[in-house]
Nanobody, 125 residues
Framework: QVQLVESGGGLVQTGGSLRLSCAASGRTFSSYGMGWFRQAPGKEREFVASISRSNTMAYYTDSLKGRFTISRDNAKNTLSLQMNSLKVEDTAVYYC??????????????????WGQGTQVTVSS
C-alpha cells in the first residue's frame, strides 16, 4: 500500500508556472506506475500524464504536451508535475495516483488503486 500527499498548488496568472509534488509513503514507491489527473468543477476527472515505475516511459494527454512535464525521483519517493504556460482552463484540483501494475500506459482513473487528496490549481486571467 502507498499513501500519497500532493502539494504545490495555488493561484497563478495566465502564462505562469507551477510545480506540483506528490510525496509517497512506503518503500515500494518505485514499483508503482504513477499518474496525474485533474478535475474541474462540474467535470469528470481527466488524465493528465503518467510515468512508468522505471522512469523510462511517460505519456501525456495530447492537449498538454509541451506545457506539462511529469517526472519522478524514486530515491526520494516523489512524483512531480511541472506546469508551464498555464491557461485559465487548467484550473482544477490535481490528483496524483498510483498504479500497482507499474505501467505508464494506463489513462483511466479506474486503473489506479491509490489516490492523494488533491491540490487546487487556479489560473486567473
Amino acid at each position: 500500500q502507498v499513501q500519497l500527499v500532493e502539494s504545490g498548488g495555488g493561484l497563478v496568472q495566465t502564462g505562469g508556472s507551477l510545480r506540483l509534488s506528490c510525496a509517497a509513503s512506503g518503500r515500494t514507491f518505485s514499483s508503482y506506475g504513477m499518474g496525474w489527473f485533474r478535475q474541474a468543477p462540474g467535470k469528470e476527472r481527466e488524465f493528465v500524464a503518467s510515468i512508468s515505475r522505471s522512469n523510462t516511459m511517460a505519456y501525456y494527454t495530447d492537449s498538454l504536451k509541451g506545457r506539462f512535464t511529469i517526472s519522478r525521483d524514486n530515491a526520494k519517493n516523489t512524483l512531480s508535475l511541472q506546469m508551464n504556460s498555464l491557461k485559465v482552463e487548467d484550473t482544477a484540483v490535481y490528483y496524483c495516483a498510483a498504479d500497482r501494475s507499474g505501467s505508464a500506459s494506463h489513462r483511466a482513473a479506474a486503473e489506479y488503486e491509490y489516490w492523494g487528496q488533491g491540490t487546487q490549481v487556479t489560473v486567473s486571467s
